[in-house]
């Protein structure tokens, strides 16, 4: 058996390599919680791609306001330093390479790191890309926070994806539950395993070829 | 003295406003999701009766009311956007279903350039969104620099129908918080612009470090009415996304 995290823990990992400063987007989902997890204090600027950067957590319920909501269209706040712009310059920041992290949810990714977030490719489901191909092609990291394993336990992280691209290339690093992923040239490295799991248990469950970067005298037991 | 009129875009109803609109028009509307979006003005786009109209919006529509009603309606022959599907997109997933609606699906941020492309006389430019994608099958690309990018045409309309905060008799508007989204650049990219406002003030009174679309974007403006979540332009909280006021 394989140890896995809570989606709360994986966000807290994420949070923790968010460093002081960072401009950073947070996908729709999962990603979203990694504001939780940032320290009170910690100069962090979300970009939401609506227009916004500074967006603050949600208001009280009944201090809503419609004209203030994040690409969920949730309605949120705006934190003191807060500037907002228009759609064109909201992706002009991203794709000219002026945001320093984003967080995504993925489907699959490659070990070449294409990623695949957008569409099941379901001949009946409606299509809906939003901001997902520029959000992946448009911040200087890209990381992907996910599950291992679909429900059907089958791995997210795979040699080609089979669903429709989002990106070519894109992703820099994965957070699963099970373990952190770098993408390397040479294909996945592991550089951080979540409680008793290997490098070789990893290698059986996703049938990819692994490489060992993790720092053996990091204890991060404390996770599991 | 020279026999011309006072700059005045100003209409006194949201009738006048949006007269003229013909079938077949592409018209770009403003939003993203319910923020920003002009639902009086697309009111009363649904009571003119134009038809047979292409629709760029980043989505397609939510609930029942505004862009949904304007679906419901059959007025809607082809819809350009980045996210049809939401969880209160009922009246587009039918009419998709049924094959009674085209979609043209753009990635958000190409959408934004290709609309500020057309405001900015650019015919078209190479993005890097999208390629190696499905979205960019059948397009040009070309490598610039050692990366790949995707050619993508500039998006213009006829009729911008957008929704600012304030705007004086020429035009000059000013947005609020999120709401503002699309409306700069639709508001630049279309041949006729129609925006509604809370209220429009004297000219001068638009403080003019703060003016976002200068007046030259816009033909017509017409006033109606503070939003629900104001007072007097302070904000006073509500209770729900919808707008209803607490």
Redesign the interface.
Known sequence: MTTTISRDQLAARVARDIPEGAVMNLGIGAPTRVANFLPAGLEVILHTENGMLGMGPEPAADRIDPDLINAGKQPVTELPGTAYFHHADSFAMMRGGHLDVCVLGAFQVSERGDLANWSTGAPDSIPAVGGAMDLAIGARQVYVMTDLLTRAGQSKLVKECSYPLTGVGCVNRIYTDHAIFDVTPTGLAVIELFGDNTVSQLSALTGLDLDDATITDVNHKELA | MNGWAMISKVKDSVEEAVSGIPDGAVVMIGG?????QPVELIDALLAQGATELTVIN?NAGNGDTGLAALLAARRVRRIIC?????SD?HV??AL??AGEIE?E??????L??R??AAGAGIGAFF?????????AEGKETREIDGR?YVLEHALRADIALVSAFRADRWGNLV???????????MAAAATTTIVQVDDILELGAVDPESV?TPGLYVDRVVAVGE?A?LRDGE?V???????AA?
């Open positions: 993203f999701g319910r923020a920003g980043n980045s996210f049809p599907r939401q997109s587009f997933d998709y279903r979609l699906l753009v990635p958000q941020g190409n934004a350039e609309i500020r993005t890097p969104t999208g390629f190696g994608t499905a979205l790949q947005y609020r918080k999120t709401a503002r989204n699309f409306g700069p650049i976002v939003r979540w904000f909280g509500s209770d729900s996304i919808e707008g607490s």
